[in-house]
């Protein structure tokens, strides 16, 4: 190679300075991101993927350091460089963009000036300024830039200030931009315009990219070569293809087993999980990081910290595997046994039904109808997954069935045969401990006052009126079935990681023995192996307790695993409701065929993508006829404008709420069409 | 099955309350603060053992004696050592004003934990109430107070404590909108918990810190408003040695030269209320870390 790398890591290492100790981040990791490559780094939370991306341009927070090793961007030393050089290197050469582009932007300056302001820096002003500022937008395919410049940075949606971000980002034309999880707080409608739009700008742009992401069909899908980041260390790194259908390290083949993919479903069987912890940081490291999680281990991994092995790729290149084994790493036995008995489906009336449920918000004057005209109806032991954009009504339906909104005058919702009262103050104790909820976020959820024993216990006393003896006994049954242990219970949430908590959180739900549990995004905030082990857990429960649920999540392979029922939700309207596997295999609503194709996939069978435009509507003026009409890729008419089509049974028990028949649908929706390239 | 349950081990090994407290023993503002309201609590306490002299006890024949070796910071009109006095007249000022901040503490955390847990009406008439009641001068409130109860140390209490409520009211309430809006209330809800208990029990522990910063900062106002009403004689009453009273029955002297029946006493307040202010300043800044 004669042209030098975009970015080379040589040894590095980053500690933080924590209780008055240096604690390590980062060990001793290399790595080189070509002139024009793009780079994914994955793991999950706490291995160190963000300080990778703030070491680069040296700007770890107050208490990091970097205690060895080598940074050379473009050739030169950032390590050498003095401040102003530094100074010049952020503001030329690396462009960095972070996961929340509503804290990247300044609130209370217009778009326009913050992007004016990046070129005045380079000695442009005035009107050309703003000329090479509507350019940006242009070339982030923002479609009306003259607009967006005066506005500000709340007026816009979460895609547009992703753009906007990435728009400043490249302002300055940098040899080096850097994502760090770019696209994980957006809707999966938004999160593929956005990859595809990165896509798109690395054919036009000669920048090198380094990829964060904890989403392994992110990078699968935007990187040519990937890293896989383990307690600072990177144990396996190679072509994208090659590593993830081909993994050589059991912690790869573990995260990627962690998924629900290609229609896993909880009857099948149980997901694999990764049994232990991420090593603290700052944690001794005799051997390979990975030994105490990883089956396989022998004394020696124990012991002796295995080197990067060079293997061949298979294309000629070398790839790169930190394991003593890694011709075995596939023979890694499962952490979770699979199987399950499957529950015998039992025809029992239905638990839960709900009958025409409506919600109007007054928001500035105008009716907002947050969830219209929803009927649907479970039985015990049943899933119902709920799906659909931020803004399509999934959380308000969620609390108006508990009672924490009022829903409008009309609707019913019954309860084992009992119209339950509209507002939770006016339901019995016995309605209220049959339906109980898991938030998305336990540190919202759980009172960070009280003990894990508190919490627990006062569900107990309140849900299922127990007291003394009888409530210790109960307690500790209920610990140990969401596999928590007694020193758990004296400690409070902030002690506990992230899917400890939610434990917690399903164990008071479950504190009354419920009938219906509402699941709203109770994975979104965990890491991929702490959601498998949190969804065989529900599933666990399911099966034992009878308890249905309603299942809440913008993870479509999330929702399929859980759900034996499907509600697809557009702007508080039903789109399609039916049997889950016929809800995924199709034919189906165009919404939810654009949802799924949304989706990014680890392995890339597909090849027609369907790209919404936009955002999804304002509820408080939604489009006349078919609401979806603004944005369907498949309108055919005036008709979508003009009337809206009512939710036509397509199979038994599968309703879809679209003009075009469902043998048209069934045509349309045909795989393997051919596709004009 | 699955995920072996430990504690990972880089959790914090103190507590949240322990942090904070560490992290006031490393604040030199706190420790400064702290300091000098200490010396003065040890003055309240056992001032007159050691002043030299009996700080109510007359000597006309020695009156208006500048500082000197005998009387360091001199003597007042009618001879009484003014250092004895400002030792021990950190005595009164120490009792009423905390005991006003307590009242107005509890009188405004209750208030203001059940506008924010109920908002809409409860809360728009609540707060009106409290905004009209803030817009009067305390110095007013306190003339009513005393032209109807008469002049004590409970009304001067009362009277702080009263008007200094809806000030923490408002802090707490604020707090209370935010924490409102978390899930554990709505679990609480779904619990059928009743109100006192979300607001009490659920809501309450979490809004300590605000309270506390409030409370400290309060404290340094309510010394101050202590002072005030007793320099103009509607606080403490002679023939206490009380620093505002002091100076009240002395400024007419400053004009005759005789600066130090002033000037001491008037530099103990100031050095109390910046005490005070440090302290409250290091707590702030220990709880918003």
């Not at chain 1, 479970?378 to 659909?388: A, F, I, K, S």
């Not at chain 1, 909820?437 to 309140?462: E, M």
């Not at chain 1, 008071?508 to 949190?534: H, K, M, N, W, Y």
């Not at chain 2, 007249?89 to 503490?105: E, Q």
Request: with cysteine.
């Amino acid at each position: 190679m004669t042209e030098t790398n975009a970015l080379e890591l040589h040894d590095l290492s980053v500690a933080y300075r924590v209780n008055g100790r240096n604690r390590a981040v980062l060990r001793n990791l290399s790595l080189t991101i070509g002139q024009g490559e793009a780079y994914g780094l994955v793991g999950e939370s706490g291995c160190g993927k963000s300080t990778v991306a703030l070491t680069v341009v040296r700007y770890l927070p107050r208490n990091g350091s970097i205690t060895g090793g080598a940074i050379s961007l473009d050739g030169q030393d950032v390590m050498k460089l003095d401040a102003w050089a530094l100074r010049r290197a952020r503001a030329d050469s690396v462009s960095m963009v972070y996961q929340d582009p509503g804290k990247a932007l300044n609130p209370s300056l217009r778009i326009g000036r913050q992007l004016t302001e990046i070129f005045e820096l380079g000695g442009v002003s005035g009107q050309a300024a703003e000329d090479r500022a509507i350019a940006m937008l242009n070339r982030v395919r923002i479609s009306d830039p003259k607009s967006v410049m005066q506005r500000y940075p709340h007026q816009l949606s979460g895609g547009m200030q992703q753009r906007v971000a990435i728009a400043m980002a490249l302002a300055n034309d940098p040899t080096m931009l850097i994502l760090d999880e770019p696209t994980t707080g957006l809707d999966a409608t938004v999160e593929a315009e956005v990859l595809d739009l990165i896509a798109q700008l690395r054919q036009e742009l000669s920048a090198s990219i380094l990829f964060i992401s904890h989403n392994l069909a992110v990078v699968s899908n935007m990187c040519d070569r990937v890293g896989v980041l383990y307690a600072g260390m990177l144990v396996e790194e190679g072509p994208t293809d090659r590593v993830f259908s081909d993994p050589r390290h059991p912690y790869t083949v573990a995260l990627l087993r962690c998924l629900p993919r290609g229609g896993q479903r909880k009857d099948h069987g149980r997901l694999d999980t990764i049994p232990g912890f991420l090593p603290g940081i700052g944690a001794t490291i005799k051997g390979c990081a990975f030994a105490d999680r990883c089956a396989l281990a022998t004394d020696r991994c124990r012991t002796e910290l295995p080197p990067l092995y060079e293997l061949d790729d298979g294309h000629g290149g070398i790839r790169l595997s930190r394991c003593h084994y890694h011709e075995q790493a596939q023979a890694l036995p499962r952490a979770t046994p699979s199987d399950v008995a499957a529950p015998a489906r039992k025809e029992a009336p239905a638990v839960l039904r709900v009958e025409g449920l409506n919600k109007t918000y007054a928001s500035h004057g105008h009716a907002l109808r947050a969830v219209k005209d929803v009927s649907v109806s479970l039985r015990p032991g049943e899933t119902l997954g709920l799906v659909g954009e931020s803004g399509s009504g999934k959380t308000t339906f969620a609390r108006l069935l508990l009672g924490l909104v009022p829903p409008d005058e009309g609707g019913t919702i019954e309860l084992e045969g009992k119209t339950l009262a509209p507002r939770l103050e006016n339901r019995s104790d016995d309605q209220i401990k049959a339906m109980q909820i898991v938030f998305q976020n336990p540190d919202s959820a759980l009172n960070r006052s009280h003990s894990i024993r508190h919490l627990i216990s006062r569900a107990l006393k309140r849900l299922a009126g127990l007291k003394g003896a009888a409530l210790q006994a109960r307690l500790e049954e209920l610990v140990r079935s969401v596999r928590l242990t007694d020193r758990h219970l004296a400690v409070k949430p902030r002690q506990l990681s992230g899917g400890l908590k939610q434990r917690v959180a399903i164990a008071r739900a479950f504190a009354g023995e419920p009938r219906i549990v509402v699941c709203d995004e109770p994975t979104s905030a965990l890491d991929v192996s702490v959601q498998a082990a949190i969804l065989n857990l529900l599933a666990d429960l399911q099966s034992k307790e009878d308890v249905s649920y309603i299942f809440i999540s913008h993870d479509l392979g999330v929702v399929r695993y859980l759900s034996d029922k499907i509600a697809v939700l557009y702007l508080g309207r039903i789109m399609e409701l039916g049997p889950s596997e016929n809800v995924f295999s199709g034919p189906h609503h165009p919404y939810t065929e654009a949802l799924l194709s949304a989706v990014p996939k680890l392995d890339q069978t597909e090849t027609a993508r369907i790209r919404l435009d936009g955002e999804i509507p304002s509820a408080t003026n939604p489009p006349s006829g078919c609401v979806f009409h603004t944005r369907c890729p498949r309108k055919i008419g005036a008709i979508c404008e003009e009337k809206e089509p009512a939710l036509a049974e397509a199979e038994p028990g599968h309703t879809i709420r679209c003009h075009i028949p469902y043998a048209e649908l069934a045509r349309l929706q045909a795989p393997k069409q051919p596709v004009p390239a | 099955m699955s995920s072996s349950e430990t504690i990972p081990d880089n959790t914090a090994p103190r507590g949240p309350w322990a942090e904070v407290f560490f992290s006031l023993l490393r604040s030199p503002t706190f420790l400064v603060g702290l300091g000098i309201v200490l010396f003065w609590v040890a003055c309240a306490l056992f001032g007159e053992h050691f002043a030299p002299y009996d700080p109510l006890a007359d000597d006309i024949i020695n009156a208006l004696a500048p500082p000197s070796g005998e009387h360091w910071f001199g003597t007042d009109q009618i001879g009484r050592d003014v250092f004895s006095r400002v030792i021990v007249g950190s005595r009164d000022i120490l009792t009423v004003a905390p005991l006003a901040t307590l009242l107005a503490t509890v009188a405004g955390t209750a208030l203001g934990l059940f506008t924010g847990y109920f908002k809409g009406i409860v809360d728009d008439i609540v707060s009106r109430i409290l905004e009209a009641f803030m817009a009067i001068p305390v110095v007013i409130v306190a003339l009513l107070a005393i032209v109807a109860l008469g002049t004590s140390k409970a009304t001067v209490i009362v009277v702080i404590g009263l008007s200094f409520a809806p000030i923490i009211a408002r802090t707490v309430r604020s707090a209370v909108l935010a924490e409102r809006e978390l899930d554990y209330v709505a679990a609480a809800q779904l619990r059928h918990e009743s109100a006192l208990h979300t607001m009490f029990v659920e809501i309450l522990p979490n809004v300590i810190p605000p309270i506390l910063v409030e409370t400290t900062v309060r404290l340094g106002y309510a010394i101050f408003a202590v002072a005030t009403l007793s320099f103009m004689g509607f606080g403490i009453q002679p023939p206490s040695p009380d620093w505002g009273l002091s100076i009240s029955s002395n400024y007419g002297m400053i004009g005759g030269g005789f600066w130090w029946t002033v000037l001491f006493d008037a530099l103990a307040i100031a050095s109390l209320v910046i005490g005070v202010n440090l302290a409250a300043d290091g707590v702030q800044g220990a709880l918003n870390d």
